[in-house]
């Protein structure tokens, strides 16, 4: 696998009170199989799709319980560097980069406006390893804040992004690109979402068809909370699991409309 461009994501794990739980819904909703805990590292569980990694999901450690939400890792050719970056740019560290066996080097962190993530240093862990169509991989992931000037300077000062911003009245939604191929959107919360939702990286995930994904997700206790919607990237439906993590299923394969016209960002 070759080397992932500074500030790509790289991975997405999951904290869950009920680790069983998640598994039954996810491997149902998703498709996802599951290895074996690895009870060296708090018994963290790889999730595969057709055998390749797209996941993962993990108890909470003693004192971190609490609601379950998903968490994108960017890839980093040196996490400490990475992180002095974030603490430079108003950014706090909640925990210090780490060496995970020979897998890795990692470290959790937020942006000014509190938005959670993860940094990866690959070691023989490099990452997903399905490729973004296939169903039940990681396809795309959004910045959801009340700030976007604030996550939107931090995030390229801290990774070497170019930006993009729709021109579109309504809606204030920029994209960040590597190499000029986007990686990452931000998506500026509006009224519609209640106070007490804190500021989040919201991750999507592809399925073959979105309707049934909706359908079985609500049938396993999941809420959903927007969509299915048609759009020119894909038909898509935003859920929260049935122990609150948000997340997004996506049909890449079905998309109506034109492609959102777009302006570079200095």
């Known amino acids: 696998m070759a ?10 794990d999951a904290m869950f009170g009920d680790v069983e739980g998640a598994k039954t819904f996810y491997g149902d909703v998703l498709g996802w199989t599951f290895g ?4 060296e590292y708090g018994n963290y569980t790889q999730a595969y799709s057709n055998g390749k990694a797209v996941a993962a999901v993990v108890p909470p450690m003693p004192g971190q ?24 740019n108003g950014g706090q560290v909640l925990m210090e980069p780490m060496q995970v066996g020979d897998f890795g080097s990692m470290c959790l962190a937020s942006d000014p406006t509190g938005v ?12 997903f390893e399905a490729p973004m169509e296939q169903p039940g991989a990681y396809c795309w992931a959004e910045v959801f804040t009340r700030e976007p000037e604030k996550s939107d300077a931090f995030f390229s000062a801290v990774f070497p992004y170019t930006a993009q911003q729709m021109e579109d009245d309504d809606v204030d939604f920029r994209i960040f690109n590597l190499e000029g191929n986007p990686v990452l959107g931000r998506m500026k919360m509006t009224d519609e ?9 919201n991750v999507y995930f592809s399925v073959a068809n979105c309707d049934d994904a909706v359908a079985r997700a609500t049938k396993l206790g999941g809420v959903l909370r927007f969509g ?36 570079d960002v200095s």
């Open 3 to 12: 080397v992932q461009p500074e500030g790509t994501p790289i991975w997405a």
């Open 36 to 39: 074996e805990a690895s009870t």
């Open 65 to 88: 319980e609490g609601q379950s939400q998903w968490c994108l890792y960017f890839a980093s050719p040196d996490a400490a560097a990475t992180a002095a970056r974030i603490r430079e």
């Open 116 to 127: 959670v993530f993860g940094v990866w240093q690959p070691g023989t862990h490099e990452g």
């Open 193 to 201: 979402f209640p106070p007490e939702v804190p500021h989040y990286i």
């Open 228 to 263: 299915p919607m048609d759009s020119p990237f894909g038909r898509f439906a935003a859920i929260s699991d049935p122990q609150g993590a948000n997340f997004s299923v996506i049909d890449t394969t079905t998309t109506v409309g034109e492609m959102p016209t777009l302006s």
